[in-house]
């Protein structure tokens, strides 16, 4: 949904390029002597370095000796109102103090807009530029070197981004074709419309001339004995490889904003202004901006979209300039669903930005906190006692907050909102408007991203902070039409096709990165394409298509898959650290008691285990009927009764199989792991969504096993009581909105969705939430809790499997393969290995399995903990006893840090749709 109006492009004032030549020749000038001064001290690593090892780290500052250095100059400049001038960007925009002086009164040169490619130039500069300046080594000047590069990252930035002022004046000079060019986003168009070789041939050696002339001494008469401070051919080399490019760049990304203000889409349900704060979408993509909210609002414009298809569909029709997905989190890791949406899209990713953040506890500002109902007598009757006649006796009834949100922070939330019900809502502003309309009694769970200033508005109060077990973070990604020039720190994305006619496909694949030194950083396979005949990949890795080695790699790439597409190229990105925030409310006598303060109660979704423990049979067998007899054990599943897993239990094993259902994914795990019950039936895999993020992580954290694998067919029913054009809110698990995404855009347009923890739990929810709300669920659910199925097979999908790992804790022993009589090939086995660092490690680990001929079928990648190294679950064809695999698993021992065998199990093949 588009906002109404949008700010209006008011015209600058007539610019010619003649009127541009003196200030070009300067700029030029500056950046000349700042990389001739820069020229006479050593490249002095420790001034670019973040480790606090290079000794000369500023107490308490996360960053490197030139970022502070170069931020506090900012700062100071700042407060003389630098920045207030259309040619002057800034590279920490949103650490920079209010002017000290009046604004001026300047006339409009350029439109008002956001673009900012200092981080990029930065990169440029350290990497590249600064070895080639410079002579290698340590002086120690660490200061002094310090200060030449604030001076030449100043004149860089400005002469680059003095790009737009051309750009405006070669508009102005041709509107009605630069006009064309800009309503098709012909980048490529603008690029060559925007390029006159002869003059950039003119500039070149006008600045070469000026390098010799003032990098010698003049009184020098002998001009085979002249030296320079430094080389004219490297200022104009450098010029030439980055300068020039980066005032290009800068242009085209001027010249498409210059019609309309740049418009960004994000998933969510209103534009920030309507709701007076930042959500999580908007911030990162202020980050990559690099633009204050306060700078930029009348530049740039902030549209909600229902979901990351209608984010991307949004730029593909030039409704959108930009676009901001949610791409992986710490904790669930890779959105497949939304990655085949970005690849299929010919969009690419141009920049990330990882947001690092717990969750908050936002009240309205007349709640007391915390509830009686959360303390136990002594602490209570402590609190009364100085509290000066204030009270805590208020009880909650809602929690708002988004199903991440509530999943992550349901210790707190069962710990100090005992007895409220919890209301699952689409995003943080929803959350937040939901917790105001209700009042007392309330609050609002969102995520600490968020700035503190915005939370700290009249109608609302932090309450509590720090609500989850583990920080985490959630990786955001920009997307747009083309990518930029290399920065010295760029990550690539791209994907591939294989066959899988030849065992060692892969490993050949990835050893295209291996052999010509490209460094992967991360593996994924994705759901099959077209007829499910091809194997696709997802990777990752260092460095930027243009690279030498990264052509050499993508040219190897290609002789061994069947197609390869790159699907994005950005900076490598940081992290934005969480806001300073109130202080907690919560009082001290409870702190031990909330998670986030050091808490010990186990979790709400985790039944503590029983005095008796059942034992894990030691086998499976056929129950004669096509089913796996368990032998009457439990076996538990996502519930409540009615979703697809409680189906596959009661459809796939033996009658007299009890199953229990409980709320979460990871309370299923954690019942089998505790001893609670035998066995557990987890969704590993989608064929249209892929793998299952929250069963992924329970397996690769869990000391569990898979034993056997069943695939059932899923066929989504839309469940409703009324008519079609009545439904105004659609409810089920995220990755069931996902598979119905068309069904969903095509009927239900303007219907938003709210992500639930299942299916079943969507259909009790639609028959009780009254008017307006459907669900997407089995029809069985919608018979169980009375909601009537409105429309069957509403999947995009109708081939939609998904397979389904029975896990138990035991290891099991080889005789479970006498299900099959003996034979190994319908077999998978799973494995967790985490390489060691290096290039080569991956591309190694994978060959341990391709050179015995062990086909991989697919890998996933996890983060392996606070270091961000990653630990990766591949499947293969084969059982454990099997000599090959057996072999294999033994090198990875030898090549990895960790390798871990997490079960071999009878491939499932599908039965049919669930009804």
């Known amino acids: 949904k588009h906002s109404d109006s949008a700010p209006r492009i008011m015209e600058p004032q007539e610019l010619k390029l003649g009127d541009l030549r003196g200030q070009l020749i300067r700029q030029e000038e500056t950046i000349i002597f700042a990389l001739i001064e820069r020229a006479q001290f050593a490249c002095n690593a420790p001034v670019y370095s973040t480790s606090s090892e290079s000794g000369i780290m500023p107490k308490g500052f996360d960053g490197s000796f030139l970022d502070f250095l170069l931020q506090q100059t900012e700062r100071l400049h700042a407060q003389v109102r630098r920045y207030t001038a259309p040619d002057e960007m800034a590279f920490f925009p949103l650490s920079l103090p209010e002017p000290m002086l009046d604004a001026l009164d300047s006339p409009l040169m350029i439109i008002p807009n956001a673009i900012n490619i200092n981080r990029k130039i930065k990169s440029i500069y350290e990497t590249a530029i600064l070895p080639n300046a410079a002579q290698e080594g340590d002086d120690k000047n660490y200061g002094s070197a310090a200060v030449c590069d604030i001076a030449a990252l100043q004149a860089l930035s400005k002469r680059i981004h003095f790009g737009k002022f051309i750009a405006e004046a070669k508009f102005q000079a041709n509107r009605e074709k630069y006009s064309a060019l800009i309503r098709a986003r012909d980048s490529d168009g603008l690029m060559a419309e925007l390029t006159n070789l002869a003059v950039e041939k003119s500039v070149l050696a006008r600045v070469r001339l000026k390098a010799s002339t ?10 085979a004995a002249h030296t320079y401070k430094l080389e ?106 939304v990655l085949r949406q970005i690849a299929n899209s010919g969009l690419l990713i141009t920049s990330e930005v990882w947001l690092v953040a717990g969750c908050v506890a936002v009240a309205p500002t007349n709640t007391t906190w915390p509830p009686t109902s959360s303390l136990s007598t002594s602490t209570a009757t402590e609190l009364a006692s100085t509290s000066h006649g204030a009270s805590h006796g208020a009880e909650l009834l809602q929690v708002y907050g988004t199903q991440r949100n509530l999943a992550r922070c349901s210790r707190w939330i069962a710990r100090w909102c005992k007895g409220s019900a919890h209301v699952a809502v689409t995003d943080d502003a929803e959350a937040l408007d939901a917790m105001a309309a209700a009042g007392a009694g309330a609050i609002a769970v969102v995520d600490g991203s968020i700035p503190a200033a915005e939370l700290g508005r009249s109608d609302m109060t932090v309450v509590a902070e720090d609500l989850v077990d583990v920080q985490g973070r959630m990786r955001y990604a920009v997307i747009e039409r083309c990518v930029g020039v290399p920065s010295g720190n760029d990550r690539t994305s791209l994907t591939f096709a294989m066959d899988g006619r030849s065992p060692g496909e892969l490993s050949a694949a990835l050893g295209a990165f291996h052999e010509n030194k490209v460094n992967l950083t991360q593996i994924q396979s994705l759901p099959p394409e077209g007829d499910g005949s091809a194997f696709l990949f997802y990777i990752e890795a260092d460095g930027h298509p243009e690279d030498p080695a990264f052509v050499a790699a993508l040219a190897q790439l290609g002789t061994v898959v069947a197609s390869h597409r790159i ?207 459907a669900a997407i669920g089995t029809e069985t659910a919608g018979a169980l809790y009375g909601v009537q199925t409105l429309r069957r097979g509403v999947e995009d999908n109708h081939d939609n499997a998904t397979r389904f790992l029975l896990v138990t804790k035991q290891e099991p022993p080889p005789a479970l393969s006498a299900v099959t009589g003996g034979v190994r090939s319908p077999f998978r086995t799973l494995l967790r290995f985490s390489p060691q660092d290096g290039a080569e490690s991956l591309p190694a680990a994978l060959a341990a399995l391709s050179r015995r001929a062990v086909p991989v079928m697919s890998v996933v990648t996890r983060p392996a903990g606070g270091s961000w190294r990653k630990t990766f679950l591949v499947e293969c064809a084969g059982h454990r006893e099997d000599a090959a695999v057996g072999a294999a698993v033994d090198e990875l021992r030898r090549l990895c840090s960790s390798t871990r065998w997490l079960g071999s199990y009878l491939s499932g093949t599908p039965t049919g749709a669930q009804a």
């Open 214 to 223: 003032y990098g010698q001494d003049p009184t020098q008469k002998d001009a």
């Open 232 to 337: 004219p051919d490297v200022i104009m080399s450098l010029y030439s490889k980055w300068v020039m490019p980066l005032t290009k760049e800068v242009q085209v990304a001027y010249l498409l904003q210059r019609l309309d203000p740049p418009v960004v889409g994000y998933v969510g349900l209103s534009r920030p202004s309507d709701r007076g704060f930042t959500t999580a979408p908007v911030l990162a993509a202020q980050h990559c901006l690099a633009r204050s909210a306060s700078d930029n609002a009348h530049a740039v414009r902030f549209d909600a979209f229902a979901d990351p298809a209608a984010v991307i569909a949004a730029v593909l029709s030039n409704a959108a300039h930009f676009g901001v997905v949610a791409l992986e989190s710490s904790d669930e890791g890779i959105s497949r669903a």
């Open 567 to 773: 699907v994005g190229c950005y900076m490598h990105g940081g992290d934005i650290s969480p806001q300073a925030r109130p202080k907690s409310l919560t009082p001290s006598p409870e702190k031990s008691l909330t998670p986030g303060l050091a808490s010990s109660s186990p979790p709400v979704s985790s039944p503590a285990p029983p005095a008796e423990q059942s034992p894990a049979p030691q086998g499976l067998a056929h129950d004669g009927h096509g089913r796996i007899d368990l032998g009457g054990h439990k076996v538990a599943c996502l519930g409540p009764t009615g979703t697809y897993s409680h189906q596959a239990v009661i459809r796939h094993f033996g009658g007299d199989t009890i199953a229990v259902t409980l709320p979460t994914i990871e309370s299923v795990a954690h019942a089998v792991e505790s001893g609670e019950v035998p066995y557990a039936l987890l969704p590993w895999e989608n064929s249209a969504g892929g793998h299952v993020a929250q069963a992924v992580a329970a397996i690769a954290t869990t000391s569990c096993f898979a034993v056997h694998e069943v695939c059932s067919r899923i066929e989504h029913c839309l469940l409703f009581n009324g008519p079609l054009e009545s439904i105004t809110e659609v409810r089920s698990k995220a990755e069931a909105l996902s598979q119905c995404a068309g069904f969903l855009n095509e009927h239900l347009p303007k219907a938003k969705r709210v992500p639930c923890e299942s299916s079943a739990k969507a259909a009790q929810e639609a028959a009780v939430a009254g008017s307006g709300v």
